[in-house]
C-alpha cells in the first residue's frame, strides 16, 4: 500500500496534515494552517520540494 497525506483540523481549529507510511506509521507532520486551501498547498509543496532534497546533517 502507497503512502497518504490526512488532512485534519487540531484541538484549536487549525488544519494540519501528516504524512503516512504504507504500513500507517506516521513519517512527517506539517504546520498549523488557518485554513484548508493553504494546508493543501502545504502538501503540494512537500510533493514538488522533497524528492531532489539534500540530506544534511546538523550537529548541536
Given at each position: 500500500m502507497a503512502g497518504k497525506f490526512e488532512v485534519y483540523t487540531d484541538k484549536s481549529g487549525k488544519f494540519r496534515f501528516r504524512l503516512k507510511a504504507?504500513?500507517?506509521?506516521?513519517?512527517?507532520?506539517?504546520?498549523?494552517?488557518?485554513?484548508?486551501?493553504s494546508c493543501l498547498k502545504g502538501i503540494d509543496s512537500v510533493k514538488r520540494n522533497a524528492p531532489d532534497a539534500a540530506i544534511v546533517e546538523v550537529k548541536d
Open positions: 504504507g504500513n500507517g506509521e506516521v513519517i512527517a507532520v506539517g504546520e498549523a494552517y488557518n485554513s484548508k486551501d
